[in-house]
């Protein structure tokens, strides 16, 4: 690679541009999350800037046929040295400034599981912010690794759709079916990460009808103190199984 000695120096600094289709509403949620507005015209042209930490989020005009509804609009990656602490910083934010976690529709926070290493913001014009952890290993497999079998696969491809592809629904359906074919011969804290994980889901999608069933099922399973943790940390809201984890032996 050419140095261009004398020319060009390594201190770059790239700022994406995402598309706004939705400027009062990017202005209010980004200030509730705590972000500085650098930079604010809505005329002649658009033009909205902020500031977080050591980052920076600029917004120019969207496309008239832009749909944030279909989260096609852009985004960008805010790669860090512990995602943990920004999940919880924009957790206590949210809470502090719309009274709950937005978890649905626009803007909303995936979910974050003890020890994952990416989250994701989008914003109200349906572009995707994702924080990645630096160490996150370069080798992810991200369909589902290939050396693991039975519902050790299934837990792990959920995990996948779940935490990078953001897709909740195919992730309860991976499960769901893997619970029926798989769960017969499954290692017992295998099968109580399946349960609570379909209760988790099964709350995020508004699919509640079925969650006795997962709970009772959890309840019946004699599980270790050990293995309680296990189950707790496989999920993002632990408070979610409070009703349903078997009493302990």
Not at 35 to 64: D, I, M, N, R
Not at 104 to 120: E, H, I, Q, V, W
Not at 169 to 186: H, I, T
């Amino acid at each position: 690679m050419p140095t261009h000695e004398g020319r060009v120096q390594p201190n770059e600094t790239a700022v994406p541009l995402l598309h706004c289709a939705a400027p009062e509403e990017t202005l209010a949620f980004w200030r509730a999350l705590g972000f500085e507005v650098a930079y604010e015209q809505l005329k002649p042209y658009l033009y909205l800037a902020f500031s977080w930490s050591g980052f920076q989020l600029h917004y120019g005009p969207a496309p008239k046929d832009l749909d944030p509804a279909k989260e096609t609009s852009g985004g960008c990656l805010v790669m860090v040295d512990a995602v943990a602490a920004y999940h919880a910083a924009f957790t206590e934010a949210m809470r502090r400034g719309y009274g709950k976690v937005l978890v649905k529709g626009l803007p909303r926070m995936t979910r974050y599981r003890a020890g994952a290493s990416r989250f994701s913001i989008v914003d109200p014009s349906g572009n995707t912010i994702i924080f990645i952890q630096r160490d996150e290993p370069k080798d992810l497999e991200y369909g589902g690794s290939s050396e693991l079998a039975g519902l050790t696969r299934v837990l792990d491809n959920a995990r996948i759709l779940r935490e990078f592809k953001m897709d909740d629904r195919a992730a309860y359906r991976a499960l769901d079916s893997g619970m029926r074919r798989r769960a017969e011969d499954a290692p017992v804290v295998e099968q109580a990460m399946a349960l609570a994980a379909l209760i988790e889901l099964s709350i995020a999608l508004n699919k509640t009808d079925r969650v006795p069933e997962w709970g009772a099922r959890l309840r019946a399973l004699s599980l270790p103190p050990e293995q309680r943790t296990q189950v707790a940390q496989y999920v993002a809201d632990p408070t979610l199984l409070t009703p349903w984890m078997p009493p302990e032996r």
